[in-house]
């Protein structure tokens, strides 16, 4: 039964999608990849998050900049929070997937969740583990929070986390990512052996 949250952010790509068909976007030819706390809920149906951060790729011959127009004028939606009460979702104007780190080959290991048959969007949501590792930049106590409870899940391989989260940090700009790997490594080996 998929929770107010989830179908909050389905809501919102149905909505983006109706006005994408008002500007003649052909069928299935953007491609939203969920991040932050949407997808950390969408993965654990636990936390929630007042904005989706979206890493959108497009078929050939879309105007994203068209795209970005649509999604500035496009509504909040409301939804009731069985915990919190009423709630909103909106779009993270801001977020970009290159502010931290990300393995390249992401899309590869994302899931297809919402495809609809004349919908101009379609919704992928990446790995648990690519979530994780997107984490590490920022690191604040949320971050950490969201990367133990993915990385908690049984579905969930810490030795593939630590293995693209390497690889991402060959190429990631900001600060090394081995001390926060290794914090990582020793806050799941307490959960899993605690004194």
């Known amino acids: 039964m998929p929770t107010p949250m989830t179908l909050a952010i389905l809501r919102l790509f ?18 939203a990849y969920l991040f932050g706390g949407c997808a950390v809920h969408l993965h654990t149906q636990a ?5 989706v951060d979206v890493e959108f790729s497009y078929e050939e011959m879309i105007n994203s900049s068209e795209v970005r127009l649509v999604l500035q004028a496009l509504p909040p939606v409301d939804y009731d929070d069985p915990a ?9 104007a801001n977020f970009n997937t290159t502010f931290g780190p990300l393995h390249e080959d992401y899309r590869d290991r994302a899931v297809l969740i919402e495809q609809v048959r004349g919908s101009s969007v379609d919704v992928w949501l990446p790995s648990a583990e690519d979530i994780a590792v997107s984490k590490l930049g920022r690191f604040a106590h949320v971050d950490v929070a969201d990367i133990l409870a993915l990385l908690s899940l049984p579905t969930a391989s810490w030795e593939r986390f630590r ?14 990512l081995d001390g926060k790997i290794s914090y990582i490594g020793k806050l799941l080996n307490q959960t899993a052996n605690p004194l």
């Open 14 to 31: 149905a909505n983006l999608a109706e006005d994408l068909a008002r500007h003649s976007f052909p069928e299935h030819s953007v491609h």
């Open 84 to 92: 919190t009460g009423p709630s909103q979702l909106v779009w993270d």
């Open 47 to 51: 936390r929630t998050s007042s904005d």
């Open 163 to 176: 293995s693209l989260a390497k690889e991402a940090a060959a190429y990631y700009v900001g600060p090394a």
